[in-house]
C-alpha cells in the first residue's frame, strides 16, 4: 500500500521517519491527479506543488499535516491562481488574497495540489452543472452514476485516493451528500466555528466550509487545523477550540442517540433500511439508547422549498456583482442594464439563471411576506424541533441520502417523501448551524451509503467521539477506491 492510502497519522509517522517525503508524496498525487478520468479539476497546480514540496525538508513532529498534499473546491479564493467557481462568468478571475482556511493549510505546510470541480458557483446538487461538464463517481469506472454535489471534484478525489483531504463548502448537504455517495467522511462543523472569509458566498445564513476525508480521525485533524476566530469573518465564533485531534472512540454505552421515524420511513431502498436496521441493533448492543422520534411530516415535507426560498433569495443578494463591470467578462452594452444582461446571458448556466428568477421573485415587496419571510419563519419552526429532540439526546441518527449514487440519467418524483425528505433533511444541520457528519454505513452492490449524526452546537469533539465509535462498528474506516473493505452491516 501507497503511504498515500494510509491515514494522516500513518502519512505523518512515514514522513517523521523519513520513510518518505513530502516531494514523494506530491509526486504521487499529481500522478493520480492526472491519471484520473472522473472529471474532477479545475486545474492542477503541479509546478506550484512541487516548487513548495521541496522546501520541506525538516519534519516537524508536533504538525500532523506537515506535508500533506491536499485538494480545494474552486470556490475558496486563492491568491494569483483562476478561481472560477466552475462558472463562466468568473472566467479568468485571479483573486488577491488567499481564503483563511486556504492561509491556515499554508502555515500549516500542507501542499495544495489542485482546485476541484463544483455544481457552478456551489448551486445544485448533482455534480453535473460546472462548466466543465459532469464530475463522476469513481465507484462506477462506467461513468453512469453521479457523485453528487456542489463539492463533487473534491468527492471524487478523496474517493479516488488521490489526496487524503479536500475542502468543500455546504450550504444544503453539498458535503455530507457527496460523503455518502463517494463512501468518505464528509463534515461541516457548527456555523461560525471555520472562517469563510474568502469562500465564495451561495447563502451565507445556509454557507459552511467543510471537508473530506476516509476517516473520523482524519476528520478531527483537519478541523482542528482550520477552525478558530477570524478577524475578516465577524460572523465567526469567539469560543474556544477543542483539541479535536484528541478525541477518542466514545464509550456508547448510555449515550442517547435520535433516530427520525420519518426520515427512515421515507426511504424505500430495502438493501438500506436493512442495513440501517443492524445498525441500530449494533449500537444498542454497544450500550447506546436508541429512541425513535417523530419530527412531523408537513414540517419535513416543508425542508426543501423552504431551502430554495431562503437559499436563492441570498444567492440572488450576494451574486448582484457578477455583471460584467464588477466581476465576470465585458460583453458589451451601451447602459449598464445591457451590460449586466449580456454577461449573465453569456455566462451563466440555465441553472443559475432558475435560481435567480425564484430569488428575485421571493425578494419583491410584494411577495417578501408570502414566499421570503414566511420561508425564515417556517426554518424558525424547524430549527425549534432540532433544538427541542437535541435536549434530551447526544446525537440525531439517520440515513445520509435515500440510496446508492443514482445515475446520472436518472429522474426522481420531486413530490415524493422520498426526494423532499430522505434525499434533502440534511439541510437541517444548515437551517440549525449544527454540527453534522457524513460517514460510511455498507456497501451496496459495490457501491457505498452513508449515514449521518448531527450533534449540539460547538460539540465537534463529542460528534467526531461518537463517529469513529461508529467506523469501528461499521469497519469501513478509510474506504477508498484504491483498497477493498468488506462491509459488516
Not at 523519513?18 to 516531494?23: E, I, S, V
Request: negative net charge; contains cysteine; proline residues 5%.
Amino acid at each position: 500500500m501507497s503511504y498515500l492510502d494510509q491515514s494522516i497519522r500513518e502519512i505523518h509517522r512515514a514522513l517523521v521517519e523519513r520513510k518518505t517525503t513530502p516531494l514523494d508524496l506530491v509526486k504521487e498525487a499529481l500522478a493520480r491527479a492526472k491519471a484520473n478520468k472522473d472529471n474532477a479539476f479545475e486545474m492542477i497546480l503541479e509546478e506550484e506543488a512541487i516548487a513548495f514540496a521541496s522546501t520541506l525538508t525538516e519534519p516537524e513532529e508536533d504538525n500532523l499535516l506537515w506535508g500533506i498534499p491536499y485538494l480545494a473546491k474552486d470556490n475558496f479564493s486563492t491568491k494569483d491562481l483562476e478561481t472560477t467557481a466552475s462558472s463562466n462568468v468568473l472566467s479568468g478571475y485571479k483573486p488577491l488574497f488567499d481564503a483563511t482556511v486556504i492561509k491556515k493549510l499554508h502555515e500549516k505546510k500542507c501542499v495544495l495540489i489542485g482546485k476541484t470541480t463544483l455544481d457552478e458557483l456551489a448551486m445544485g446538487g448533482t455534480g453535473t452543472t460546472g462548466h466543465k461538464g459532469v464530475t463522476y463517481n469513481p465507484y462506477d469506472p462506467s461513468h453512469q452514476r453521479m457523485v453528487g454535489g456542489s463539492s463533487c471534484g473534491s468527492a471524487a478525489a478523496v474517493a479516488a485516493g488521490i489526496v487524503p483531504f479536500a475542502l468543500g463548502s455546504d450550504t444544503g448537504d453539498s458535503v455530507r451528500k457527496p460523503a455518502s455517495y463517494a463512501g468518505l467522511v464528509g463534515m461541516k462543523p457548527t456555523w461560525g466555528r471555520i472562517s469563510r472569509y474568502g469562500l465564495f458566498p451561495f447563502a451565507p445564513s445556509l454557507d459552511h466550509v467543510g471537508f473530506f476525508t476516509r476517516s473520523a480521525d482524519d476528520n478531527a485533524i483537519v478541523l482542528s487545523a482550520l477552525a478558530g476566530r477570524d478577524d475578516m469573518d465577524s460572523t465567526s465564533s469567539t469560543k474556544p477550540v477543542d483539541d479535536y485531534a484528541a478525541a477518542t472512540p466514545a464509550n456508547l454505552s448510555g449515550k442517547r442517540i435520535a433516530v427520525i421515524q420519518e426520515i427512515v420511513d421515507s426511504v424505500t431502498n430495502p438493501d438500506l433500511k436493512a442495513s440501517f436496521d443492524r445498525s441500530i441493533a449494533a449500537l444498542k448492543e454497544a450500550g447506546a439508547v436508541v429512541d425513535f422520534v417523530t419530527f412531523g411530516l408537513p414540517e419535513l415535507q416543508a425542508i426543501y422549498p423552504t431551502y430554495i426560498v431562503i437559499s436563492c433569495a441570498e444567492a440572488t443578494s450576494n451574486d448582484a456583482n457578477l455583471d460584467g463591470i464588477k466581476f465576470g467578462p465585458f460583453r458589451g452594452g451601451k447602459t449598464y442594464q445591457e451590460v449586466m444582461s449580456n454577461a449573465r446571458t453569456a455566462g451563466f448556466s440555465e441553472l443559475i439563471k432558475r435560481r435567480f428568477v425564484i430569488g428575485s421573485f421571493a425578494l419583491m415587496r410584494e411577495n417578501q411576506d408570502v414566499l421570503f419571510l414566511r420561508a425564515q419563519k417556517v426554518r424558525a419552526k424547524i430549527v425549534a424541533k432540532v433544538n427541542e429532540i437535541l435536549e434530551n439526546h447526544d446525537v440525531i441518527y439517520v440515513p445520509a441520502a435515500p440510496g446508492v449514487a443514482p445515475m446520472i440519467a436518472s429522474s426522481s418524483d420531486k413530490l415524493s417523501n422520498e426526494y423532499l425528505i430522505a434525499d434533502n433533511h440534511l439541510a437541517l444541520g444548515n437551517f440549525a448551524g449544527l454540527p453534522s457528519i457524513t460517514l460510511p454505513l455498507t456497501l451496496i452492490h459495490g457501491l457505498p451509503v452513508g449515514i449521518n449524526f448531527m450533534g449540539r452546537a460547538f460539540e465537534e469533539k463529542e460528534l467526531l467521539s461518537i463517529a469513529e465509535a461508529f467506523e469501528q462498528i461499521s469497519g469501513l474506516s478509510g474506504l477508498s477506491t484504491q483498497e477493498n473493505k468488506e462491509a459488516r452491516l
